[in-house]
């Protein structure tokens, strides 16, 4: 279990940083933003997907299981 802490919160500082990434350059380059607020924002984001890293890849996971589950439902179905 700690394992998986630990690889959901580096997937999610990943995430975050590539969505941090993106918040910073599509919106430091536009006029009348307040780049202080901007960064903060870029910020949060970045450690809010550290911090619920793991339980988005434990939803991640849980939806992959259930819809091969459910596709594999539907398939003996088809007689």
Do not use: C, H, P
């Not at 279990?1 to 997937?11: K, N, R, S």
């Not at 619920?52 to 589950?69: E, I, M």
């Amino acid at each position: 279990m700690g394992d998986f802490i630990w690889i959901g919160t580096a997937i999610g500082t990943a995430i975050g940083l590539l969505n941090m990434l993106f918040i910073l350059s599509s919106r430091l380059g536009q006029t009348g933003l307040n780049q202080a607020k901007t960064v903060w924002q870029g910020l949060w984001v970045w450690a809010l997907w550290t911090v619920f890293g793991a339980y988005v890849l434990a939803l991640w996971l849980l939806g992959v299981v259930l819809l091969s589950f459910s596709r594999f439902l539907r398939r003996g179905t088809e007689v």
